[in-house]
């Protein structure tokens, strides 16, 4: 399975930051698969900021939970993050992932996109 992140490299602080993962060789219905979106700052720790799963339920950090969406379509096999009202504290390269179940501990994702970087700035 391959995962391609895309999106706009740049955002304004205070728009939102929309990102898309198209997923090839695999469908992102199957069980037991869940799909996450993953952030490193610089400087900073692999975040898990969320996940979708196969039913397309979905899990938020809480943290991030009040403006951040996570959703599917399952027509295209393409998943997407939205996460509004950026600050700079935002910018990182983000990542879209695949693993057996939802956890939050980021290492664990070992089918990873290749990242796209994601700067806040005006």
């Known amino acids: 399975v391959q995962l391609q992140e895309s999106g706009p490299g740049l955002v304004k602080p205070s728009q939102t930051l929309s990102l898309t993962c198209a997923v090839s060789?695999?469908?992102?219905?199957?069980?037991?698969?869940?799909w996450s979106w993953i952030r490193q700052a610089p400087g900073k720790a692999l975040e898990v900021i969320g996940y979708i799963g196969y039913s397309g339920n979905t899990y938020v950090r809480p943290s991030l939970r009040s403006r951040t969406s996570i959703s599917r379509d399952t027509s295209n096999n393409q998943f997407f993050l939205q996460l509004s009202s950026v600050t700079p504290e935002d910018t990182a390269v983000y990542y879209c992932?695949?693993?057996?179940?939802?956890?939050?501990?980021?290492?664990?994702?070992?089918?990873r996109g290749q990242g796209t970087q994601v700067t806040v700035s005006s």
């Open positions: 060789g695999g469908s992102i219905s199957i069980n037991p698969y869940y």
């Open positions: 992932a695949r693993n057996d179940y939802g956890t939050t501990d980021a290492h664990i994702y070992n089918i």
